[in-house]
């Protein structure tokens, strides 16, 4: 790269794309564009870079075994394709429908336990795991007091 009369130095990359790259985002939904396609049984919500995958079943041992099964269908895509998770950005969020008694599975990927969240931000919302408002609308109200 070239800026007035500054140039970086050239280094070659293997594999991956250069953080900052104008076609980055483009190339990496090129390369996704078959996850859907390789993971059976539950819904896949991707924008971008974010990628969440919705598992339901009133039953919890169904539960267990279907989150089991689409993990380690992630888990063969990942790896195939030499992606790796950000483990600082992977959650696990339970909303129980049924009871008050909130169960939450055991989720590994790639030998490491994800940690459960009780609240995570997605496309600016924040989301709970009671799926209540009121941590949304503090963020809003944060960002829209005028000092």
């Known amino acids: 790269m070239r800026v007035n009369r500054y140039r970086s130095s050239s280094i070659e990359i293997s594999q991956g794309v250069p953080q900052g790259l104008v076609l980055g985002l483009l190339l990496?939904?090129?390369?996704?564009n078959d996850l859907p396609e390789n993971i059976h049984d539950t819904n896949l919500v991707m924008f971008a870079?974010?990628?969440?995958?919705?598992?339901?079943d009133s039953d919890e041992r169904l539960l267990q075994a279907k989150i089991d099964t689409i993990v380690a269908e992630l888990e063969t895509w990942f790896n195939r394709n030499h992606f790796l998770i950000?483990?600082?950005?992977?959650?696990?969020?339970?909303?129980?429908?049924q009871t008050h008694v909130l169960v939450k599975p055991l989720v590994t990927f790639n030998n490491m336990n994800v940690d459960y969240t009780a609240k995570i931000k997605?496309?600016?919302?924040?989301?709970?795991?009671?799926?209540k408002w009121h941590s949304h609308v503090q963020l809003l109200a944060g960002k829209l007091c005028i000092s």
């Open 122 to 131: 997605f496309l600016a919302i924040q989301i709970t795991d009671t799926l």
């Open 28 to 32: 990496l939904l090129l390369y996704i």
């Open 86 to 97: 950000n483990a600082g950005k992977t959650a696990v969020m339970c909303h129980n429908t």
């Open 49 to 56: 870079d974010d990628i969440n995958v919705l598992i339901s």
